[in-house]
């Protein structure tokens, strides 16, 4: 399984943007790149997912690397609901499916 | 988007006891569920994947006459925890896959089982 890296945690100040970085070196051509966060005392939710292009929803931007080594999860303004680990993850064909969890950005928001 | 529930979302047991989880996909059929397990300040770790009509295939070290699953209908996965031990006390998660571009999984609430 391609692996990222992703920084143990942030802090973002309430009502500013955030970025949250993910490197992944060895994706592959059919990788997809997902996030999902997971709130405390929760089930992870969907973020958003992207393979070559920049996306965008009401959630969040995904904004990816044009050599897709990288890429970044972008919470255009946080609030303290949006504190939570986000886990990135590559999901790529004939893998069963299955989402091995990394350890992800736990983030902070601070009031 | 997609929603899936789990039943109960907490249980308190007996040790020795046997413990079902339910997890149903509300709005979308899921020929595909997977089971996880979270310990506090941990990541989850995936147990089973469960497919409907068929047997659940088990991640390496997850006992399958201790962890039993069953995909009895394309909304539905249960998974009972047979005689329950304190050490699987424990934040169990399910998920049903949405088959579609990129295969997007949507996870239930979750449910905490303690054992005592």
């Known amino acids: 399984d391609a692996k990222t890296t992703q920084p143990n945690s942030m802090e973002s100040n309430e009502e500013e943007p955030v970025h949250l970085p993910c490197n992944h070196s060895t994706i592959s051509g059919t990788d997809y790149i997902h996030w999902y966060r997971q709130l405390p005392s929760q089930g992870p939710e969907y973020v958003i997912h992207?393979?070559?292009s920049n996306v965008n929803n009401r959630m969040a931007s995904l904004a990816i690397a044009e050599d897709r080594k990288s890429s970044t999860l972008i919470l255009h303004r946080a609030t303290l609901r949006d504190a939570a680990v986000y886990y990135c993850i590559l999901r790529g064909l004939g893998e069963g499916d299955k989402i091995i969890f990394g350890k992800g950005t736990r983030l902070h928001i601070l009031p | 988007g997609a929603v899936v529930s789990q039943h109960p979302s907490w249980v308190i047991c007996k040790s020795g006891t046997s413990v079902k989880i339910e997890c149903r996909s509300l709005d979308f059929q899921a020929t595909t569920m997977f089971w996880y397990r979270q310990f506090p300040k941990q990541s989850l770790m995936l147990m089973a994947t469960s497919n409907e009509g068929s047997k659940a295939t088990y991640e390496q070290g997850v006992e399958k006459d201790k962890f039993l699953i069953n995909h009895a209908s394309l909304t539905l996965s249960t998974l009972t925890v047979t005689s329950a031990h304190p050490e699987d006390s424990s934040f169990y998660i399910c998920?049903?896959?949405?088959?579609?571009?990129?295969?997007?999984?949507?996870f239930g609430p979750g449910t905490r089982l303690t054992v005592l």
């Open positions: 998920s049903a896959l949405l088959a579609g571009s990129a295969d997007t999984q949507y």
């Open positions: 992207g393979l070559t």
